[in-house]
């Protein structure tokens, strides 16, 4: 049966891409947070899962306003990438996983998450930076991936009760896929930042601390508030944390075993965690 090995949650800023091409991870401003990723790449090294369900947002790349659904879960053989308008190198195109594709949205569907279904998808930044981030250096990427697009621009949105709900028939979609495989969710976006209007910069530190405590201990604690709650204590653009939420939701029991909270990168607060599964 496939396996869950653990969840890593990742903000994926485009600055990051700019960093990475233009060859700055040591320089003071960003070293902390590629740092941050080192005992990352050490646990994926010796995990070594085959697929990566990647839980992320579309900024109007795939999709745009007048197109744009809830829950969208990819079903393609390869997913390419393109520059959405931040100038940003693309990157070589990711292998997917068509039978465990299907296999989850036949299983989110039975039970009654209406989604999207893409055999064609190209990907944007909240997928390439983190994926970037996990597996550093070019060559070809070690995991076949499934993307699971959720609707943070335009209202309106999955509630933080709903994705969780979500996230977790989608661990338990993989737990009953019948080939053996190790399986990471990787969730990204976040956390707290706000890009534009009287706010613009808004950063809660103490929110974003409080958020990444309760994903290991109590990991339905955010689900109790609406998204208009979650966007004044997290900032417009910080509703992406329902993406780490989701991805969460796929475990039960976790203990962590990596965190760093950056602040800031470009306008935002930046966070990643590794969890796995308790023992």
């Known amino acids: ?8 949650t990742t903000s994926h800023v485009p600055a990051i891409a700019k960093a990475i091409a233009r060859g700055q991870q040591d320089e003071p401003y960003w070293k902390p947070w590629f740092d941050g990723f080192e005992p990352v790449h050490r646990w994926l090294a010796r995990a070594k899962p085959d697929v990566a369900v990647v839980v992320y947002n579309d900024h109007g790349l795939n999709f745009f306003l007048d197109t744009l659904p809830t829950f969208a879960v990819g079903a393609a ?6 520059d959405e308008g931040w100038n940003i190198p693309t990157v070589r195109p990711f292998p997917g996983d068509q039978p465990l594709s299907w296999h989850i949205i036949n299983s989110v569907v039975a039970a009654d998450f209406d989604v999207t279904m893409c055999q064609q998808m190209v990907v944007d930044h909240a997928v390439c930076n983190p994926m970037a981030l996990l597996w550093p250096g070019g060559g070809e990427w070690p995991v076949r991936i499934v993307p699971v697009e959720i609707n943070t621009v335009q209202f309106p949105f999955p509630s933080a ?7 977790a028939a989608i661990g338990r979609a993989v737990a009953a896929y019948p080939e053996d495989l190790r399986v990471v969710v990787i969730g990204t976006g976040g956390l ?10 808004f950063i809660n530190k103490e929110f974003d601390r409080k958020f990444m405590a309760t994903l290991i201990e109590d990991p339905t604690w955010a689900a109790q508030f609406s998204t208009m709650e979650l966007m004044e204590q997290a900032g417009t653009q910080g509703i992406e944390l329902i993406l780490w939420l989701t991805a969460r939701a796929t475990l039960g029991a976790v203990r962590q075993v990596a965190a760093t909270y950056h602040v800031p990168i470009s306008n935002t607060a930046a966070g990643m965690m590794l969890l796995e599964p308790a023992a």
Request: aromatic share 10%.
């Open 1 to 8: 049966m496939a396996d869950i090995i653990g969840c890593v």
């Open 77 to 82: 053989p390869e997913y390419r990438s393109a």
């Open 161 to 167: 009760a709903r994705c969780y709900e979500f996230g």
């Open 192 to 201: 707290s930042h706000q890009l534009d209007g009287e706010r613009a910069g």
